[in-house]
């Protein structure tokens, strides 16, 4: 529960004229009756005729190219659960601001009363047209899955589930990093996630992809292992642990722990059986599953992350999205596959090992110099302004490399 101040001040940002976060503001200038006649009848009909004679001219005459769609249903809105679409509504105005500020993409969020999965994927599908990338937000697992693969079946541009595919790439480009300075590798390092999720499972897949082959994960019910019944077809491929494992054995000896869950859902003591020189990400928010502050006093060999601002090494998904839909929008990309992926967590990974410029030292309130490759720098900050040059270059140059780009 976030402390009386900032809940006062939070709600006053929100409610000041006009209330919320977003508007809508004309590109073109529409002043005088000649611009009245291009903007709207009779001019408006010419690109309309372009359009109707050949669809890709959308991406000229139209905002398609630069507009993206942030979709969600309520189900799984931060920490907070299953409260709604329309209570999910400022975070996807937030999400929307983020778009931006940091990628100068337009975003228009679309907030949907969904009666299941089938519903929620023929709205989308249906008013897809307008926009060039779909952003999936707060949509509860298995149901995110679900819809996530179909849109991406039945549509020609990107699609992306930020809670799966944003967070695995920032986790996987941090925890490389990391890897390094303790000096492991992916490959032979033991992974433990607590959280079997939506960002779980795309975690682990990433992860993966990416070479690991010692990855557990665990959730409410207990460790993923073969024999359980309860596991969807998305959680399957990860049941990889002996069936007799518990938490504290799938931490024992780990070389990684990542936490996507919530507050409490690893005890502090297992901290102890950790291997040597552990990495150590708890990325619940707002609050960790483990104290940092404790975890470091407990385990000073260890690199530690979390989802907080106020704190080193923050994987946050900022770093991500708007680079990707950015480098994905610049090829008219018909879609994000791995290959975009894995370039965005090589790309961010690469950019944390690089000089830090002296202003962005300056932006954060630090002296030159401050920011350097190490244990409490493992990722890029937020307000880096090369992420968007270098992230969405790579994203971009993957695209048309995979065969996936228009342009």
């Known amino acids: ?87 999910g509504k400022p975070v996807m105005e937030g999400k929307a601001v983020l778009f931006k500020r940091f990628a100068d993409i337009d975003a228009f969020d679309i907030e ?4 299941d999965a089938e519903h929620l994927i023929d709205v989308i599908a249906a008013i897809a047209p307008g926009f060039g990338g779909i952003n999936l937000e707060d949509i509860a697992a298995p149901d995110c899955f679900r819809v996530e693969e179909a849109l991406q079946a039945r549509l020609d541009i990107p699609v992306f589930h930020d809670d799966q595919h944003g967070t695995a790439v920032i986790v996987a480009a941090a925890l490389q990093n990391a890897l390094a300075l303790q000096e492991k590798t992916l490959a032979a390092a033991k992974i433990a996630i607590v959280g079997a999720g939506a960002a779980g499972l795309a975690i682990a897949k990433l992860l ?40 504290a054995q799938m931490l024992a000896d780990a070389d990684v722990l990542i936490g996507v869950s919530v507050r409490g859902a690893i005890p502090l003591e297992l901290l102890r059986t950790l291997a040597p020189k552990p990495v150590i990400f708890a990325l619940a928010n707002p609050d960790p599953e483990v104290d940092p502050w404790q975890a470091r006093e407990l385990r000073p060999d260890a690199i530690i992350a979390t989802g907080r601002s106020d704190l080193p090494n923050q994987v946050n998904n900022v770093l991500g999205f708007p680079f990707l839909f950015r480098g994905a929008l610049d090829v008219r990309a018909k879609g994000v596959n791995r290959t975009m992926l894995m370039a965005a967590v090589e790309a961010l990974a690469a950019l944390a090992r690089a000089e830090v410029p002296a202003e962005l030292c300056a932006a954060y309130g630090l002296p030159a110099g401050a920011l350097r490759f190490g244990p ?32």
Not at 3 to 15: K, N, T, V, W
Not at 34 to 59: F, N, S
Not at 389 to 405: D, E, F, K, N, P
């Open 1 to 87: 529960m976030a402390s009386e101040g900032l809940r006062e001040r939070a709600l006053a940002y929100h409610a000041a004229a006009p209330a919320g976060k977003v508007s809508v503001v004309p590109s073109k200038a529409c002043a005088t009756q000649a611009d009245l006649t291009l903007a709207y009848t009779p001019g408006v009909a010419e690109p309309v005729r372009e359009i109707a004679a050949d669809p890709e001219k959308a991406y000229d005459y139209t905002a398609k190219g630069n507009l993206v769609a942030v979709i969600s249903n309520g189900t799984a809105v931060l920490g907070l659960g299953k409260v709604g679409p329309l209570a």
């Open 112 to 115: 949907v009363e969904a009666r």
């Open 208 to 247: 993966k992809d990416l070479g690991a082959r010692h990855c557990y994960l665990s959730d409410v019910h207990g460790v993923l292992h073969t024999e359980r019944q309860d596991l969807s077809p998305w959680h399957q491929p990860h049941a990889t642990a002996p069936a007799d494992w518990t938490l």
């Open 376 to 407: 409490e720098y493992i990722i890029p900050k937020p307000l880096d302004p090369r992420l968007r040059s270098i992230v969405a270059g790579a994203v971009a140059a993957a695209a048309r490399q995979s065969g996936i780009a228009r342009r």
